[in-house]
């Protein structure tokens, strides 16, 4: 039988107030049992319109603060978080039969975070954020190879790379994070962490 916490939930789930440390936990274990980039996850944006769109992308840093990724400001995604900063995250990690998701407010990271990160990326990858209009049609792939060699010669120092302004972070500052485990006959295990008035952490046991 399988051992529960104080909520009647599987023990996986704990008995902790902070749903940073819990989520700590569960990604922890992602990143020993998904055998494919644990941190990868759904985000979703909207349009001014309200018409939204979802894109995988990487997460590259969490605290207590919120959930950060990097991009293009200029993309789909970057001009959507300028127009409508409410955003949605949902990690899915089928190896633990787990998922996260978790609503929140975007604001662009600083400009020393979004430097320290890009400074820590491979070289392709920087000459990439220069050479890339993220999705901006093409009229062929060569013109996108062109560009990347045209920034490989004008970067050929590859410890001088600076960081194009066009280029940072967002970090997701939470106002709900929800944790599910998947159930026999589709009776999953799900609880929900809500940030209230007095900025505390309130607990909620969801149906399946």
Request: with cysteine.
């Amino acid at each position: 039988m399988n051992e529960k916490n104080s909520l009647g939930l599987n023990k996986c789930f704990l008995d902790l107030d902070d749903p940073f440390e819990l989520f700590g936990r569960w990604f922890d274990e992602a990143k020993k049992n998904e055998i494919n980039d644990p941190n990868a996850l759904a985000l979703g944006t909207a349009s001014k319109d309200g018409i939204p769109s979802v894109r995988m992308v990487l997460l590259k840093g969490f605290d207590k603060a919120g959930f950060v990724f990097y991009t293009n400001l200029n993309s789909q995604k970057g001009n959507q978080i300028k127009d409508n900063p409410n955003a949605t995250m949902c990690f899915h990690w089928k190896s633990l039969l787990r998922q996260i998701r978790i609503v929140g407010v975007l604001s662009q990271v600083s400009d020393d975070t979004a430097d320290k990160y890009y400074n820590s990326r491979g070289y392709e990858s920087r000459i990439g954020a220069w050479a890339s209009k993220q999705s901006s049609v093409l009229k062929n792939r060569n013109e996108l190879l062109d560009s990347l060699e045209a920034f490989r010669k004008k970067y050929n120092n590859q410890d001088k790379v600076p960081r194009p302004s066009h280029w940072s972070g967002f970090n997701l500052k939470p106002s709900s994070i929800e944790f599910w485990l998947d159930g026999d006959n589709r009776i999953h295990e799900r609880l929900k962490y809500t940030l209230n008035k007095n900025n505390e952490w309130t607990k909620s046991l969801l149906s399946p």
